[in-house]
């Protein structure tokens, strides 16, 4: 069965500083990978995307994200953080074209001024 | 990037009272999804939705549901009767049918559903 696990329920960042939020996923063959943002009362933007080709895909707002098959990783990460980076990130996977996504718990990331 | 609208955000309702959610896919997209969020939780898939059929449906997605896009217009999630459970933000999502992006997911804004 497929999972996206999460293990970082919150991360506490000072602003400028540099970040990582993390992502494991399971299933057996390699899957289309996402992270999407969910700002405060806002619905989920796609923040990158990833399925095949070079491992680290780059995204909106200077996000990339590193795609490990050994370690069934997504890792999330920005040099330096601002205040505005502040919502819930979450990671997410499907298993191909027009099927559902399946998504991790979330990490709220909170930056401090 | 492409939008998805979903009306209204917020609705109040009594318990056992129907209650119609409605979600303005993108244009061209012919795949739409609901998801459920619980507040704080994880966003729950519901159903999926092609070519007038649902094509997959959750344990979450309960006999009280039903979806459907009438004419190409709006499409609905019906909930009838309500329960105090179903309270929660539901979020559309549509993706297209072909091409690079039939993988992508895009989300509407969400409609907070609260059941009294």
């Known amino acids: 069965a497929q999972s996206v696990t999460q293990p970082d329920a919150r991360v506490t960042v000072s602003e400028g500083a540099s970040l990582q939020l993390r992502c494991k996923y399971s299933y057996s063959a390699t899957p289309y990978l996402f992270w999407y943002v969910q700002y405060p009362r806002q619905g989920l933007q796609l923040l990158l995307k990833?399925?095949?080709?070079?491992?680290v895909v780059q995204g909106v707002n200077s996000f990339e994200a590193e795609f490990s098959k050994s370690n069934s990783s997504f890792h999330l990460q920005k040099a330096s953080v601002h205040w505005s980076d502040s919502a819930v990130y979450f990671c997410a996977l499907s298993m191909g074209s027009n099927n559902r996504i399946f998504f991790g718990d979330g990490t709220q990331l909170v930056v401090k001024p | 990037g492409p939008k998805v609208l979903q009306i209204p955000s917020h609705q109040i309702i009594d318990m056992g009272q129907m209650v119609t959610l409605n979600c303005d896919p993108v244009?061209?997209?012919?795949?739409f999804y609901w998801y459920k969020q619980i507040l704080g939780q994880q966003m729950e898939f519901l159903v999926n939705f092609y070519n007038g059929k649902v094509m997959e449906k959750s344990k979450l997605f309960k006999d009280q549901f039903s979806v459907e896009r009438p004419d190409g217009s709006y499409f609905t999630l019906k909930i009838q009767p309500t329960a105090l459970e179903d309270s929660a933000v539901y979020f559309c999502?549509?993706?297209?049918?072909?091409?690079?992006?039939?993988?992508?997911?895009?989300f509407g804004s969400g409609t907070r559903l609260t059941v009294l």
């Open positions: 999502a549509s993706s297209s049918l072909l091409g690079t992006s039939a993988e992508t997911l895009y």
């Open positions: 244009s061209n997209h012919l795949y």
């Open positions: 990833y399925y095949s080709g070079d491992p």
